[in-house]
């Protein structure tokens, strides 16, 4: 049994076709109803029509990324039940219409965050990267954060204090633009609300938002048990405190307090090399055979990092993620689990023809294709080697 060649689609209006992902070779389709605000609940109806789309094409819709939490459930305000049953309501619709994987992340405010979306390779292509010191110029001078010398290291406000002033309006708008950001199609956080979001956490802190966590996932254990429904969490992306925002799906001891503090199979994660590979000191097959088990959907792609912590995404096979080892891992995972894993690659570069495209950052068609391209033929190498 082979994992589930994945895929994300946006939905109808994503400019990679359902088409386009049959080409590539993916059998498994992993979506999400963006058009749905954060934290409303996701009727039948709108979930069928979108899961007949997908069959239409001879495709399975496998995972749903994301089913996203509400801010009010992070961080456990007056609204926190109302939503939490709202959520539980979401997950019976999806598993009435037979999806029982389900991704999501509990970072606070922001999802992924990267400062340049258009990051130039020495072969033309172009990638997603983070840069410590223009993060720390949008926390410094945009978000005008007071004693921000802890959260960073000597040699990036250094660093920070040489480049500040090649820094132009321009470039300093479209930082704002590009770490705001949340899901394209989700739309994005205004600095305002991001300063009144940092002082709620601030006071949440990392032990405050692990415990929502907690609460969060006990009061859905009962309809997930029910239900037959796996959760995964995705790791912090990336996996570092940013912006003085607590982070809780980091790293080992994170993952495996998430796993531990509700002890259930249900309770499980999205195992994302890109995420967990920006951390210096994550050591990914150690984490993943530590919580493999657990281990339900992955995201598979492959991250350089320089001396200062500053990454950007490398080819799928190549980077400091040893994909070799991974997809070993998960192919023994695989073997042993009672139904199929899927993975999906997770971000290509934008080359070829897509540099004449406009796709959601990170999800152009060519560079996914070849990612999973080499990760199918990685797959394959192993288990006929097996
Ligand atoms: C970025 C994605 C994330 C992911 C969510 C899961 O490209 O991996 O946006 O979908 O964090 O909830």
């Known amino acids: 049994m082979g994992l589930i060649q ?208 907690a609460h969060f996932i006990s009061s859905i254990a009962a309809v997930c048990e029910e239900e037959g429904i796996k959760m995964t969490i995705h790791p912090d992306d990336p996996p570092f405190p940013i912006l003085g925002l607590p982070r809780i799906a980091s790293s080992l001891e994170d993952l495996t307090w998430i796993v531990d503090a509700v002890d259930r199979p249900f309770n499980g994660v999205c195992f994302c090399t890109g995420s967990l590979g920006a951390g210096e000191s994550n050591d990914l097959p150690n984490i993943l055979e530590a919580v493999g088990n657990r281990v339900y959907f992955a995201h598979l792609r492959n991250v350089i990092k320089d001396s200062l912590g500053n990454f950007y995404e490398s080819d799928h096979l190549d980077g400091d993620v040893d994909m070799v080892k991974i997809m070993k891992i998960l192919v023994r995972l695989n073997q042993s689990s009672a139904s199929p894993i899927p993975f999906r690659p997770d971000h290509g570069h934008q080359m070829l023809d897509d540099l004449k495209k406009t796709t959601n950052p990170g999800y152009s068609g060519i560079g996914r294709l070849k990612g999973l391209a080499e990760l199918r033929g990685l797959e394959a190498g192993i288990l006929f080697g097996m």
């Not at 058009?35 to 749903?64: S, T």
């Not at 321009?170 to 979001?197: D, F």
């Open 6 to 213: 994945s895929w994300r689609w946006y939905g109808p209006n994503d400019p990679v076709s359902l088409w386009d992902i049959r080409q590539a070779g993916a059998t498994g389709v992993v979506s999400a109803l963006h058009q749905i605000p954060h934290g409303e609940i996701w009727p039948k109806d709108q979930i069928m029509e979108r899961k007949k789309l997908i069959e239409e094409a001879r495709l399975n819709w496998v995972v749903v990324e994301s089913l996203p939490i509400h801010e009010a459930i992070k961080t456990r305000n007056g609204d926190c039940e109302k939503y939490l049953e709202n959520y539980r309501i979401s997950l019976k619709n999806l598993s009435a219409c037979g999806l029982k994987t389900i991704c999501y992340n509990f970072m606070p405010v922001l999802d992924w965050t990267r400062t340049d979306l258009s990051f130039s390779l020495p072969n033309g292509a172009k990638a997603l990267r983070l840069d410590w010191v223009e993060l720390a110029y949008f926390d410094k001078y945009i978000l005008k954060r007071e004693n921000i010398q802890d959260a960073y290291s000597s040699e990036i406000l250094d660093e920070l204090e040489r480049r500040r002033h090649q820094i132009n309006q321009e470039k300093a708008a479209q930082l704002e633009e590009i770490i705001c950001m949340g899901v394209p199609t989700e739309g994005s956080v205004s600095v305002a609300s991001l300063r009144e979001s940092l002082e709620i956490y601030k006071e949440i802190g990392k032990d405050g938002l692990r415990n929502n966590l």
